[in-house]
């Protein structure tokens, strides 16, 4: 039987050490929480799962695999998300390579010299990592781990120790906290300063700041450049907020649509969702069956 629960109760921190103490292979699943109207034990609105936003494999208490939806995970994005393939070269891939695994497909760059053996492991293994470790900062979604299901053979998989990943993980907590004390609002839009040449002379960008720089437009809101990057809300934070500390970016509200908030924006969802206050305390009853459970599998 798979063990469930909610990331309210048992973080994913938590998870993750547990896995690695009990050193168990299988598949962690995380759903979109769904309220049910009904009220647990703690006087919390009970989550049912919805659809899938995340995966997470571990063999033998080490991660192999992270995958997140809204968030091309194939070889060819991965590739270029790192900056080894230009955008030609991952577009023409694509076309060319459709049906192909990532198996085949990393054997078929590597022959043809677009990429060394070491770029395909440090590539994937750095997803896996962001993926990982933007999961580490959710706190209200139902969750499921299945002892002993990996993904298809298909994939590319890198073990990784996860005594590291925790410990920068909770690190990148500490930083996603002030980052979104900084930037709260990913609706918010960007526009370049006054004479943006002169202030961008000199200056050295990475692949992924330069990416985040050509969609700047006060009509492309930070999180729309996000979706359009494949980036995580902790990676597009993190690089809106080194633009704006160097003056090459500022901040503005995005424009309206006849008279109406722009899609996306809080005000337009104010009525579908409500943002929860703070991450309510836990039992440790609760932790430790959860504990047991997890051992017990």
């Keep these: 039987m798979p063990l469930q629960g909610n990331l309210r109760n048992f973080s994913t921190t938590q998870l993750l050490n547990l896995i690695n103490l009990a050193g168990k292979t299988g598949t962690l699943t995380i759903f979109e929480g769904i309220p049910t109207g009904e009220k647990d034990a703690m006087q919390e609105e009970k989550m049912a799962p919805g659809a899938e936003r995340a995966k997470v494999a571990f063999k033998a208490g080490k991660l192999i695999f992270a995958a997140m939806q809204g968030q091309d995970g194939n070889l060819v994005s991965v590739l270029n998300k790192a900056g080894k393939l230009t955008d030609d070269q991952a577009r023409i891939i694509r076309e060319r390579a459709k049906n192909t695994s990532d198996k085949a497909l990393a054997m078929l760059l590597i022959n043809a010299n677009y990429v060394s053996q070491n770029d395909v492991i ?17 706190n209200k979604e139902p969750f ?10 298909d994939r590319i998989m890198v073990p990784i120790d996860l005594e590291n990943v925790i410990i920068e993980g909770s690190r990148r907590l500490r930083e996603v906290d002030e980052l ?3 930037l709260p609002n990913l609706d918010m839009a960007l526009k370049f300063p006054e004479n943006p040449k002169e202030k961008f002379q000199g200056i050295n960008l990475s692949v992924e700041e330069w990416r985040v720089v050509s969609f700047i437009n006060p009509k492309n809101t930070i999180r729309q450049i996000a979706k359009a990057n494949n980036m995580s809300e902790l990676e597009i934070r993190r690089i809106v907020y080194g633009l704006e500390q160097a003056g090459l970016v500022e901040m503005v509200k995005p424009p309206s ?9 809080p005000q337009s969802r104010m009525q579908q ?3 929860q206050a ?9 932790v430790s069956k959860l504990i047991d459970k997890i051992r017990s599998i």
Excluded: C, I
């Design 122 to 138: 440090n590539s994937v293994q750095q997803h896996t990592l962001d993926v990982v470790y933007n999961l580490m900062s959710w």
């Design 144 to 153: 499921r781990f299945e002892d002993g299901t990996l993904p298809g053979s």
């Design 180 to 182: 979104v004390k900084h």
């Design 257 to 265: 649509v006849d008279g109406k908030p722009a899609p996306g924006t």
């Design 273 to 275: 969702r409500r943002q």
């Design 278 to 286: 703070a991450k309510p305390q836990v039992q440790r009853a609760v």
